[in-house]
Nanobody, 127 residues
Framework: VQLQASGGGLVQAGGSLRLSCAASGRSFSSGVMGWFRQAPGKEREFAAAIRWSGGSTSYSASVKGRFTLSRDYAKNTVYLQMNSLKPEDTAVYYC?????????????????????WGQGTQVTVSS
């Protein structure tokens, strides 16, 4: 399986972007799709995740209420809608999947539970 992240770009503070993560090579019926981000000079951190089957979601405190996950079964794609963007959201955003593993929600923020990663897409928020 391969993941292709897209949708990043440059946006002003308060603006919106929608990231996409398209999976190829297999159809997902289980597992979790997560988004992590890495700001310059910082470690990669968890942002959000969605269980492919059922659609349960989890968000970090820093993005909750501003970011929203959704998925499209037909396109094998997960979307991260990012609203009210702040300069501190500037980072490279990575999507990843835990499939075929299906970890509990308490572990969705742990990178080692994701076996396949996309290449990352840059999001830059100007003040």
């Amino acid at each position: 399986v391969q993941l292709q992240a897209s949708g990043g770009g440059l946006v002003q503070a308060g603006g919106s972007l929608r990231l996409s993560c398209a999976a190829s090579g297999r159809s997902f019926s289980s597992g979790v799709m997560g988004w992590f981000r890495q700001a310059p000079g910082k470690e990669r951190e968890f942002a959000a995740a969605i269980r492919w089957s059922g659609g349960s979601t989890s968000y970090s405190a820093s993005v909750k209420g501003r970011f929203t996950l959704s998925r499209d079964y037909a396109k094998n794609t997960v979307y991260l809608q990012m609203n009210s963007l702040k300069p501190e959201d500037t980072a490279v955003y990575y999507c990843a999947t835990s499939a075929p593993s299906n970890p509990p929600v308490s572990l969705w923020n742990v990178e080692r539970h994701y076996g396949t990663w996309g290449q990352g897409t840059q999001v830059t928020v100007s003040s």
